[in-house]
């Protein structure tokens, strides 16, 4: 019971989270006050603004360099323009534009990426002019965006629902001196039809992951654990539980890469069950809405693993495995899992016990890198990150965009700390309050992933 109301205190955290601030000017758009990663408010010092960010600031710079993470030679390197260079003097190089996060959602994974732009956008020498949740209304989102617009901003970083971006495009078409770059989801025009890519053609460069390969990551891991937690059990007693969006298809893709996995390890189609959420819901009570008639009306099944898609639907899982006290046979893992972090820190385990993940800072730099070098004229939507081209996918019209892909790094209960910390370390930021506690070298991880992928090229 007492997990229960933890997770419930969670979901109310989030909803608040949603609600906070007031009013912004215009078109009735919601800003919100980005939180610390412990949930404070930012008044005044941007969060996760250490000591190491202002030293950085104030260092002296390398007066000859014209781009950062330049060629030995002075030409700029359009694979490495966009992460941040400490040597680059970018208050005497960079034009000083305001930088804006617009997102579908204002729960604690979207609060989280905006503390981490918040806390890049002095290092990149831009003003933060603020996060603006929708939540979930597709009309005040576009709103939002003209409004922004039609203040000044000229940088943005958009987190819609996916299915608006042909609308989102449309507005930023009549804006050629506005520059942005997505978060959550690849931007695509929603097109159908031979060759054409799932979901449609790219209209802008995406950085983030590959989500048939995530689903597959996810759900290795969980084979991991079932093996070494309950060798003996045979595979035809184990339960896959999928939390799913359908509509969303680079969501459903990780179904698909879960699916492969769990029948290459031995599990049954038959045991593998999609909770759907497109109905219920992207929240925590939609999780528990989609899932937990599937759980209950399978007794037999004393064993689960579960693709929990996102914090907010892997949580709702793991309560449900509370519920009908399966939490000791049963594991969840999530690629994210910020809302994983927080439970940690507060003390509670459960059946989410593992998450793929990306630190939110460390996600934040090269979007906003890139945003940064597109109002700069260092490079263009069109040749920025050109080893990361894939040669059938590249955009409409005749574009050349990217897609970037991140490292990620599994995360446990017993190691999660310091590769948190390391990432305070790599992007100057003090997000998370461990140093006490673990010890980190610079190498200890990569902010790269050093090889494209071979599917990037043609056969």
């Not at 979207?110 to 603020?130: D, K, R, T, V």
């Not at 370390?425 to 992933?449: M, R």
Request: aromatic share 12%; hydrophobic share 40%; with cysteine.
């Amino acid at each position: 019971m007492k997990k229960i109301l933890a997770l419930v205190l969670v979901l109310v955290l989030a909803v608040g989270l949603c609600a906070c601030g007031g009013s912004g000017s215009g078109g009735g758009e919601t800003k919100t006050d980005t939180p610390s990663a412990q949930g404070g408010s930012t008044s005044g010092v941007p969060a996760g603004q250490s000591e190491a960010a202002k030293e950085v600031l104030n260092a002296e710079k390398d007066e000859g360099k014209k781009f950062p993470n330049q060629n030995d030679d002075g030409t700029v390197n359009l694979d490495k323009v966009a992460h941040f260079d400490a040597d680059f003097d970018y208050a005497k190089n960079a034009k000083h534009e305001k930088l804006a996060y617009l997102a579908a959602s204002g729960t604690v994974l979207y609060q989280l990426s905006a503390a981490a732009y918040e806390h890049w956008c002095p290092l990149f020498n831009l003003e933060w002019a603020g996060f603006f949740s929708s939540d979930g209304d597709s009309d005040l989102y576009l709103t939002n965006l003209q409004t922004q617009i039609d203040q000044g901003v000229k940088g943005f970083i958009l987190d819609p629902d996916s299915t608006i971006f042909p609308a989102v495009l449309e507005i930023l078409e009549q804006h050629p001196d506005v520059f942005w770059m997505s978060q959550m989801s690849p931007p695509r025009d929603g097109a159908t039809g031979d060759g054409i890519p799932v979901g449609g053609n790219l209209i802008n460069n995406y950085v983030g992951f590959d989500n048939v390969e995530s689903g597959r990551v996810v759900t290795r891991r969980l084979v991991q654990w079932k093996n070494e937690t309950y060798p003996d059990v045979p595979w035809d007693e184990v339960g896959f539980l999928m939390l799913d969006f359908s509509t969303s298809p680079a969501l459903h893709d990780r179904y698909t890469g879960s699916l492969e996995v769990f029948l290459e390890a031995g599990g049954k189609e038959s045991n593998f069950f999609d909770a759907d959420c497109v109905s219920t819901g992207m929240s925590m009570q939609g999780g528990l809405d989609a899932a937990g008639p599937i759980v209950s009306s399978h007794p037999e099944i004393k064993y689960w693993l579960c693709n929990g898609l996102f914090d907010d639907l892997a949580q709702a899982a793991a309560s449900i495995f509370d519920q009908q006290g399966l939490t000791d046979t049963s594991a969840v893992c999530v690629f994210g899992g910020s809302a994983l972090i927080q439970q940690w820190d507060a003390g509670q385990e459960d059946a989410f016990r593992f998450a793929v993940y990306t630190a939110q800072t460390l996600y934040a730099e090269p979007i906003i890198g890139g945003v940064v070098a597109f109002l700069n004229g260092w490079a263009t939507p069109d040749n920025i990150w050109p080893s990361w081209i894939k040669w059938d996918d590249q955009g409409i019209n005749g574009h050349t965009y990217s897609q970037l892909r991140l490292p990620t790094v599994p995360i446990e209960h017993d190691s999660y700390k310091n590769y948190l910390e390391w990432t305070d370390l790599y992007t100057h930021a003090n997000a998370w309050p461990y140093e006490n506690d673990v010890k980190v070298n610079l190498d200890d991880f990569s902010p790269f992933v050093d090889e494209v992928p071979a599917e990037y090229k043609k056969p």
